[in-house]
DNA sequence: CAGCCTTTTCACAACCCTATCACAAAAGCA
DNA sequence: TGCTTTTGTGATAGGGTTGTGAAAAGGCTG
C-alpha cells in the first residue's frame, strides 16, 4: 500500500485525513509538528505528503522547502485556511504540487490526491486519457471526466452539488450514504447546514434524471438513513 | 509510438511535458541533467528532444550543439524562460528548430512541437493540404492549420487567446472545461491570472461567432464549472 | 388503525456565479 | 517611436443555485 505523511496539528482533520486516505491505497504516518513532519519527511520514504501551512511552532512551507532542497519529489499537498490565498503561489514556488482551501469536501480531497500522485508518476504507468470512468446504467449515461450526465443521449443540466452527489452515489451502487456523510463528502468536513438540506439537492437531481419520481429508478431511499444508488441496473 | 527525450531538471515539468506528449503520440524518456541527457541524446534515437536551456551542471546549448555535430537531425524544442529571449537567435543556430518561453500554454506546446515534428518528416509523409482537421459545426467552420474561422464562409477575425479557446473547445464537444483548466492549457502551467479572464475571452469570443448572445448556438456555459462547445451540431 | 417519525415537495430569500461593459496596461506592429 | 490591437481586471446587473422553513405524503410501530 502508498504511504503517505500527514503534517498536521488538528487532530480531528488528521484522522478525517487518514480515514479517507485510506479508501484510496494509502497508509497514513501522522506527524502533529513541524520538527515531526520535517524528521519524517527527510527519513522515510512516501508517495505523498499532506501538509498543513499553519503549523505552530513553525512555517509549515519550510518542510516543503526543506524536503526539495534535499531532492525528494514526492508530491505534496498543501492545506491552508481561506484566507491565506496569496500563499498560493509561494506554495507552488516553495515546490508544492497543488493545495487546498479548508474547508475542504472530501470528495475534493480524495480527488487532488489522485491527481497529484498521477502526475508524479512515470507517463507510461497511466491510465489512458479520455472517457475513463464513464459509467452506464439502464439509459443513464454518465462521463465524470467530460462533467456529462445524458439520458438516452440527451444531456441533462446539472449543478455542482446535484452532479456531485449523483457521481459519488452512482461510483458506489448499493451502498448507503447518511445525509452527515453526504454533507462531510461533498459540503466539507466541517460543514454547519442541516441534513435537510440533502434531502432538497437529492429532490432536484431526482426530477432530473428520474422518469418517474414516485418510484425512483437510480436514486433510492434508504429508509432511517439516507440514499444510495440502485444496485440492480 | 514515437520517442520524444526531455532533457529538463523540474520534475514537475518533466511530468507534465510527458503527460501531454503522450497525447500526440510520444512516449517519453526523462533526463534531469546536461550530462544523463547528452549520454541518451547520442545513444539513442528519438523523434523529438524537448531541451531546458537552464540547467545545473552545464549549458543546455551544448547537448543541441553536440547532438547536431554527431549529424543527428531530430527536431529540437528548446524551452527557456522569459528574460533569456536573446538565446532565441542563438538557439536557432545551434541547430534548434523552435523554442518556447516558460510558461507555456499546453496547447502551445502541444502545437509546436507538432509543427516541428513534421516539419521533419519528408513531403510525402505530410498530412494533405492546409484544410487537414477542419472541423465545421453548422455554419461556423474552424480550421486549425490555417489558423482560420468562417461563418457562412465569411472569415471571422479572431484573436490569439479567442482562437484557441475556440479551438480546444470544439476539438471535445460536449466536455466541459473549468476556467482552471482553460488558464492552464492556453495561458500556461503557473498563470497566476484570474480564472475571471476566461469569461471576458469567451464573452468577446461569443460576440463574434454566435448569431444570437442571448442563447449561444456553440459555446455554452457550464453552471458552476466553466464552458463546453454544444455537443448537438 | 392511530400516532409518530421520516421523507417528499414546494416556496422563497440570500447568496454565488455569469454576462457585460469599461478602461488601463501590455503587447504587437508599422 | 507612436499607433493599434489585445488582454486583464474591476464594477455591476441579472439569473441560477442553494439552504431552509413549512406543509403534505409516506412508512414504521405498537
Redesign the pocket.
Known amino acids: 500500500m502508498n504511504q503517505a505523511l500527514i503534517i498536521e496539528d488538528d487532530r480531528n482533520i488528521v484522522e478525517l485525513l487518514a480515514i479517507h486516505l485510506k479508501d484510496i491505497g494509502f497508509e497514513a504516518t501522522r506527524a502533529y509538528t513541524v520538527s515531526e513532519g520535517m524528521h519524517l519527511g527527510l527519513t522515510q520514504t512516501f508517495q505523498l505528503i499532506v501538509l498543513d501551512l499553519m503549523l505552530p511552532g513553525g512555517e509549515g512551507l519550510e518542510i516543503c522547502k526543506k524536503i526539495r532542497a534535499e531532492g525528494i519529489t514526492t508530491p505534496v499537498l498543501i492545506l491552508t485556511a481561506k484566507s491565506e490565498e496569496i500563499d498560493k503561489v509561494l506554495g507552488l514556488e516553495m515546490g508544492a504540487d497543488d493545495y487546498l482551501t479548508k474547508p475542504f469536501g472530501i470528495r475534493e480531497f480524495q480527488a487532488r490526491v489522485k491527481a497529484v500522485v498521477r502526475r508524479s508518476l512515470p507517463a507510461h504507468a497511466q491510465p489512458h486519457g479520455g472517457a475513463v470512468g464513464a459509467m452506464q446504467f439502464e439509459s443513464l449515461m454518465i462521463e465524470p471526466d467530460m462533467r456529462r450526465v445524458s439520458i438516452r443521449g440527451q444531456r441533462v ?1 446539472l ?4 452532479f456531485e452527489l449523483l457521481v459519488l452515489l452512482a461510483s458506489h451502487p448499493g451502498r448507503s450514504y447518511d445525509r452527515e456523510e453526504l454533507l462531510k463528502l461533498i ?1 466539507g468536513y466541517d460543514y454547519e ?2 441534513a ?2 440533502v ?6 437531481l ?1 426530477s432530473k434524471i428520474e422518469p418517474d ?2 418510484t425512483p429508478t437510480y436514486i433510492l ?1 434508504t ?4 440514499y444510495r444508488f440502485n444496485e440492480n441496473l
Chains 1, 2 share one sequence.
Do not use: C, L, V
Request: aromatic letters at 8%; zero cysteines; a positive charge.
Open positions: 443540466e449543478s455542482p452539488k446535484e459540503w447546514g442541516m435537510h438540506t434531502n432538497a439537492h437529492i429532490n432536484r431526482r419520481m414516485q431511499t429508509w432511517g438513513i439516507g
